[in-house]
């Protein structure tokens, strides 16, 4: 019997435990997490140069820290970025919140510099440049931990939760919740090597299985009658330009955070998780859906910036089903880049055509994605999204000239799950009693910075 069951060793689940016992709290904490351990997350593309697809669980986005491992490792310092967790908290004590927790990775090791605070001067042309075009620019300071030193970071405090006698389950899944009436008792759960399950029942039990998970825990919801609605599903490309077009931008912000509404059909649209000398990567979700994602390195550097372009989709009766919609445009997208990621060149997009591999190979950008598929990715793409990240592609370029340029790179499917939005309390309880839901999954964030809040809150609360 534990006081507290943790689905999920993601930034969430981890700031949880964390923070109890930075309460010198003396209860007994067990984290299940499906992958391993931070030491043995390895991905076999370094040596490959392709995917090779990995069972039962793809490294990059399973295990400890979950895919923040594996991510540009970007901290967001300010509450108006990483989701809506802000509406639930309130936006003076969730900023309180986020310096708090960015304090704690200050004691792990992350770099002290923060990006994206000086150089005002530039940084008002830069805005005035995004005014002009119709655009947001929403200033956020940015502390980059780096893919490496991300996983150094995460590993130290994967050793601190170790020692401090939190016990880790690695290579455990999460079968289904134990309810007793309207009580939440704990999980059941499997080693995926071995097939082999086990019931755990706990005080509390809390879900923090990231984007991941988020498909699973909708159904969980739905069969348990957990609280929930349909949220929002953000459909985009990964875009990939040369770093002298992006140089402007990248020096002064690191990362521009640009939001419009394009016509005609004024869906928000948004620029996320900017690279600057970064890489283009593949995730691979337990489907076999093969998704584009990005990250760069503190020291190894690409010639290239890449960053995603998403377009949020919002439905409403009778269709309650956002995650599903977004993965059959990613399994369409898949199949036909027989289950590669899609690369098309923008310039191709308006002229009408699919893009060759022998004209990647004359350009000015080489994709650092090497095992993408060169093709035509408006083929899969609903028209919709296709022509609102268009218009925001050329909203962007007078903000950033050359940025809808013949020669840049589309990377699709870019997909983001965390549409199912639970109904919480401010203590993150559930209408299923000692059932906490936290992190991307709950609907609630978007990224580390927010998860880790929501983590760091619940630890709170429990300790």
Same mark, same amino acid.
């Given at each position: 019997?534990?006081?507290?069951?943790?689905?999920?060793?993601?930034?969430?689940?981890?700031? @949880?435990?964390?923070?109890?016992?930075?309460?010198?709290?003396?209860?007994?904490?067990?984290?299940?997490?499906?992958?391993?351990?931070?030491?043995?997350?390895?991905?076999?593309?370094?040596?490959?140069?392709?995917?090779?697809?990995?069972?039962?669980?793809?490294?990059?986005?399973?295990?400890?820290?979950?895919?923040?491992?594996?991510?540009?490792?970007?901290?967001?310092?300010?509450?108006?970025?990483?989701?809506?967790?802000?509406?639930?908290?309130?936006?003076?004590?969730?900023?309180?919140?986020?310096?708090?927790?960015?304090?704690?990775?200050?004691?792990?090791?992350?770099?002290?510099?923060?990006?994206?605070?000086?150089?005002?001067?530039?940084?008002?042309?830069?805005?005035?440049?995004?005014?002009?075009?119709?655009?947001?620019?929403?200033?956020?300071?940015?502390?980059?931990?780096?893919?490496?030193?991300?996983?150094?970071?995460?590993?130290?405090?994967?050793?601190?939760?170790?020692?401090?006698?939190?016990?880790?389950?690695?290579?455990?899944?999460?079968?289904?919740?134990?309810?007793?009436?309207?009580?939440?008792?704990?999980?059941?759960?499997?080693?995926?090597?071995?097939?082999?399950?086990? @019931?755990?029942?706990?005080?509390?039990?809390?879900?923090?299985?990231?984007?991941?998970?988020?498909?699973?825990?909708?159904?969980?919801?739905?069969?348990?009658?957990?609280?929930?609605?349909?949220? @929002?599903?953000?459909?985009?490309?990964?875009?990939?330009?040369?770093?002298?077009?992006?140089?402007?931008?990248?020096?002064?912000?690191?990362?521009?955070?640009?939001?419009?509404?394009?016509?005609?059909?004024?869906?928000?649209?948004?620029?996320?998780?900017?690279?600057?000398?970064?890489?283009?990567?593949?995730?691979?979700?337990?489907?076999?859906?093969?998704?584009?994602?990005?990250?760069?390195?503190?020291?190894?550097?690409?010639?290239?910036?890449?960053?995603?372009?998403?377009?949020?989709?919002?439905?409403?009766?009778?269709?309650?089903?956002?995650?599903?919609?977004?993965?059959?445009?990613?399994?369409?997208?898949?199949?036909?880049?027989?289950?590669?990621?899609?690369?098309?060149?923008?310039?191709?997009?308006?002229?009408?055509?699919?893009?060759?591999?022998?004209?990647?190979?004359?350009?000015?950008?080489?994709?650092?994605?090497?095992?993408?598929?060169?093709?035509?990715?408006?083929?899969?793409?609903?028209?919709? @999204?296709?022509?609102?990240?268009?218009?925001?592609?050329?909203?962007?370029?007078?903000?950033?000239?050359?940025?809808?340029?013949?020669?840049?790179?589309?990377?699709?499917?870019?997909?983001?799950?965390?549409?199912?939005?639970?109904?919480?309390?401010?203590?993150?309880?559930?209408?299923?009693?000692?059932?906490?839901?936290?992190?991307?999954?709950?609907?609630?964030?978007?990224?580390?910075?927010?998860?880790?809040?929501?983590?760091?809150?619940?630890?709170?609360?429990?300790?």
């Amino acid at each position: 019997m534990y006081d507290v069951l943790i689905v999920g060793a993601g930034p969430a689940g981890i700031f @949880t435990a964390l923070e109890m016992l930075r309460n010198k709290s003396e209860k007994k904490i067990v984290i299940i997490e499906k992958g391993m351990a931070i030491e043995n997350r390895h991905c076999p593309k370094t040596k490959t140069k392709k995917c090779m697809n990995c069972k039962p669980y793809c490294h990059i986005t399973t295990g400890f820290s979950g895919a923040g491992a594996f991510s540009d490792g970007k901290l967001s310092l300010s509450y108006e970025v990483g989701g809506e967790l802000p509406e639930l908290i309130g936006a003076d004590f969730a900023q309180q919140m986020i310096n708090y927790t960015d304090s704690i990775y200050l004691e792990f090791g992350a770099d002290t510099k923060i990006e994206g605070i000086s150089e005002t001067d530039k940084i008002k042309d830069i805005r005035k440049r995004a005014i002009q075009a119709g655009l947001k620019l929403v200033d956020c300071p940015i502390r980059h931990l780096g893919t490496e030193k991300a996983q150094e970071i995460y590993h130290r405090i994967q050793i601190y939760l170790l020692e401090h006698g939190v016990e880790i389950l690695f290579s455990h899944s999460c079968e289904n919740i134990i309810l007793d009436e309207n009580m939440c008792k704990g999980a059941v759960v499997k080693n995926v090597l071995t097939g082999e399950s086990q @019931t755990i029942y706990a005080n509390n039990t809390i879900v923090t299985v990231g984007r991941r998970g988020a498909l699973w825990f909708e159904k969980l919801c739905l069969e348990h009658s957990i609280g929930h609605q349909p949220g @929002t599903v953000d459909i985009g490309v990964r875009v990939e330009v040369r770093n002298e077009i992006m140089e402007a931008v990248n020096d002064v912000l690191y990362e521009s955070k640009l939001i419009g509404y394009p016509n005609p059909f004024r869906n928000k649209v948004r620029t996320f998780c900017q690279n600057p000398g970064g890489f283009v990567s593949q995730e691979n979700y337990d489907d076999d859906l093969a998704v584009v994602n990005g990250h760069s390195y503190k020291e190894l550097k690409s010639e290239n910036t890449n960053l995603a372009i998403l377009c949020s989709h919002n439905f409403n009766e009778p269709f309650n089903q956002p995650i599903e919609y977004a993965k059959k445009i990613g399994e369409l997208t898949n199949m036909l880049g027989a289950n590669k990621i899609l690369v098309q060149r923008y310039g191709d997009i308006l002229d009408g055509k699919r893009t060759w591999q022998k004209e990647l190979t004359r350009s000015n950008i080489k994709p650092t994605l090497p095992d993408a598929v060169a093709g035509d990715i408006t083929s899969a793409m609903p028209y919709r @999204t296709m022509l609102n990240i268009i218009n925001f592609i050329q909203a962007v370029d007078h903000v950033v000239p050359g940025f809808a340029g013949t020669e840049t790179l589309l990377y699709s499917p870019e997909l983001k799950f965390y549409s199912n939005r639970v109904k919480m309390d401010t203590n993150f309880n559930t209408n299923i009693k000692n059932l906490h839901s936290l992190g991307d999954s709950s609907g609630w964030t978007r990224g580390l910075m927010m998860a880790s809040v929501m983590g760091v809150l619940m630890g709170k609360t429990l300790s």
